[in-house]
């Protein structure tokens, strides 16, 4: 079994790579609330129920979807030895 350098570099990778995962969830459920919250605020604001919290919610759910996208692919990155992803001009 080895130890030194290799072994702290292949924890350095887990940490960042779990830490990363970690993050996906709390930012779906983030980005979700605040387009719900903001939706409800216009509305309130211009007398216009549902449709502005109907359309800043789905905004919020599709951004947490796109920052779901972004960390899958930095974690698809950190999950390779070398660092660097499979597309090389992105």
């Not at 459920?29 to 359309?55: E, N």
């Not at 960390?71 to 597309?87: C, E, F, T, V, Y």
């Amino acid at each position: 079994m080895r130890s030194g350098p290799y072994v702290e570099e292949k924890d350095r990778r887990l940490l960042r790579l779990v830490g990363s995962l970690s993050t996906v969830g709390i930012a779906m459920v983030a980005s979700t609330v605040i387009g719900y919250f903001i939706g409800l605020y216009l509305d309130r604001f211009f007398s216009t129920s549902p449709w502005c919290t109907i359309i800043f919610l789905v905004l919020g759910i599709i951004a947490g979807f796109k920052n779901l996208f972004d960390q899958a692919r930095k974690i698809q990155n950190l999950d390779r030895p070398d660092g660097k992803g499979s597309h090389e001009g992105s």
